[in-house]
């Protein structure tokens, strides 16, 4: 089954979209990577997502305006990629949408909102739908996130030791296969979130990320707000979690900075950096991670990825990109292989990850242009992950 896969994170500064052959062969699931792209939002788009994020208020008529143009720009980025890397055919799309609010309440998520209307996207490419996915695993008691454990579990059976799969985008997140052990996966805390939101604020919106940690690696960790901000007791909380920019966003930030001398611009960059590398080395120490296989758009900093490597002395940190997944597309990827388990009528969740009661079938289904014919249901979910060929990006 040829599949695209859509996604947009916590930055939400582009579309990544990526298209594989999926397989199962006997317990393994066989993926050929097509190749990917990242498309970017509309400015007008971004900024409306970034004026509606919170803790800004906003609107129903907001909400109805982005669910229409993110379904808009997720249409069109379905449309490239079945164009240009697939020849024109594709059997199915699969599409995260765009997080506007992941709703949490003392450690129990009560909702999750994605936006991003699927029938724009059906209408466009004339091809069933998956999207949603969130929304299942949370009525069944889970966290809804982070649903890349079950791609980077099947991934990780093949590696010795504990290994751990890490992604590096709006907020970290973290995969743990431990031996004789069910996978763990969490959210470790903030990546990009901080210290984008800080970027954003110092250059009063003239840039809207730290390029390749410049400003970072021209500054210096200032104790004192380490200290405030690694005092958050989201960080103490046992596995599975979740969080995002509902959490860690500016004003929380700023709360911050008023409890401390006040630093230069460039070392609270330099210091939310090594807050992000603190907290992910913390949680990998925590759970004796041997070896760590690393995406996201955080590996193009390389002041974070220097961090990482010397607070984790030891443990190797491999790039997702040599294991076959390219770390630009891996999220985009991981949706794929959700959406061709639910059409497959296999459950989609790790319940250890997720801390669900159970592992769910995922995400609504929208029909495209010709009667939607689903496959045969398959009796096991597959148990290894093996990634066949190379690709390269598009652009």
């Not at 999926?22 to 509309?42: I, M, N």
Request: aromatic share 4%; proline share 8%; with cysteine.
């Amino acid at each position: 089954m040829r599949v695209i896969g859509l996604m947009s994170g916590t930055s939400y500064d582009a579309i990544e979209a990526a298209a594989a052959d999926l397989a199962l062969d006997g317990d393994t699931l066989l993926l050929r990577p097509l190749g990917h792209l990242s498309v970017a939002y509309p400015d007008e788009l971004r900024d409306m997502i970034a004026a509606a994020l919170p803790p800004a208020a906003t609107t129903t008529r907001d909400v109805c305006a982005l669910d229409t143009g993110i379904g808009q720009a997720f249409a069109d980025a379905a449309v490239r990629v079945l164009r240009g890397l697939c020849d024109g055919g594709a059997d199915l799309v699969v599409s995260h949408g765009q997080t506007l609010y992941h709703w949490v309440e003392n450690g129990t998520v009560r909702g999750t909102l994605q936006l991003g209307q699927p029938a724009w996207i059906a209408e466009a490419t004339g091809l069933p739908v998956v999207s949603d996915l969130r929304g299942r695993d949370v009525t069944a008691g889970g966290q809804g996130a982070p649903l890349v454990g079950m791609t980077d579990a099947l991934l990780l059976r093949g590696l010795d030791g504990t290994p751990a799969a890490l992604n590096l985008g709006g907020i970290a997140n973290v995969t743990v296969l431990a031996p004789g052990a069910e996978p763990l996966a969490f959210d470790t805390g903030p990546a990009g979130a901080l210290i984008d939101a800080a970027v954003r604020h110092y250059t009063a919106g003239a840039a809207a990320y730290d390029e390749d940690g410049r400003r970072a690696a021209a500054g210096r960790t200032s104790p004192e707000l380490l200290r405030v901000l690694l005092d958050d007791p989201y960080y103490r909380r046992a596995a599975p979690k979740t969080t995002g920019k509902e959490h860690f966003h500016l004003p929380y930030l700023q709360r911050a900075l008023a409890r401390v001398p006040t630093p230069a611009a460039d070392d609270v960059l330099a210091t939310l950096t090594r807050l992000t590398a603190v907290t992910v080395a913390d949680a990998c120490r925590a759970h004796g991670v041997t070896e760590l296989v690393v995406s996201g758009g955080g590996t193009r900093n390389p002041v974070l990825m220097r961090l990482l490597a010397g607070e984790l002395p030891g443990v190797p940190l491999r790039p997702s990109d040599e294991l076959g997944l390219p770390s630009g597309a891996k999220e985009a990827l991981a949706f794929a292989v959700l959406g061709f388990l639910t059409v497959h009528g296999l459950p989609g969740t790790v319940p250890s990850g997720t801390g669900a009661r159970r592992a769910t079938l995922l995400g609504s289904i929208t029909p495209g242009r010709a009667p939607l014919r689903l496959p045969e249901p398959v009796a096991r979910p597959p148990r290894r992950l093996r990634v066949t060929g190379t690709a390269a990006r598009a652009h």
